[in-house]
Nanobody, 123 residues
Framework: QVQLVESGGGLVQAGGSLRLSCAAS????????VGWFRQAPGKERDFVAG????????YYADSVKGRFTTSKDNAKKTVTLQMNSLKPEDTAVYYC????????????????WGQGTQVTVSS
């Protein structure tokens, strides 16, 4: 089973960019699909982006489509989330999550979670 650690969060002005990384430890990372989720204060944890086990297929929430890009490098055991044109409403704690099956939009489908990283976008 893998373990996940996110990094790359921080404070950025609206219109800026951040790049989040999700580093995995453990074996068989190529057998896991990965999802990115975010949770703002007082709100539910929502799907942001997902990538298939091979890294060949990616999925995005409508709210980030065209601004965020995710990719998976199985050799480096890393998944990245490039966030461009950030908006104040993107402010949240961002989590990566993994499951040993095909990618899903459903947070309850994931059983391995990182600790989260804070992203704050100022107006």
């Amino acid at each position: 089973q893998v373990q996940l650690v996110e990094s790359g969060g921080g404070l950025v002005q609206a219109g800026g960019s951040l790049r989040l990384s999700c580093a995995a430890s453990g074996r068989m990372f190529s057998s896991y699909s990965v999802g990115w989720f975010r949770q703002a204060p007082g709100k539910e944890r929502d799907f942001v982006a997902g990538v298939s086990r091979s890294g060949n297929s990616v999925y995005y929430a409508d709210s980030v489509k065209g601004r965020f890009t995710t990719s998976k490098d199985n050799a480096k055991k890393t998944v990245t989330l490039q966030m461009n044109s950030l908006k104040p409403e993107d402010t949240a704690v961002y989590y990566c999550a993994a499951r040993s099956s095909s990618a899903s939009y459903d947070r309850d489908a994931y059983d391995i979670w990182g600790q989260g990283t804070q992203v704050t976008v100022s107006s």
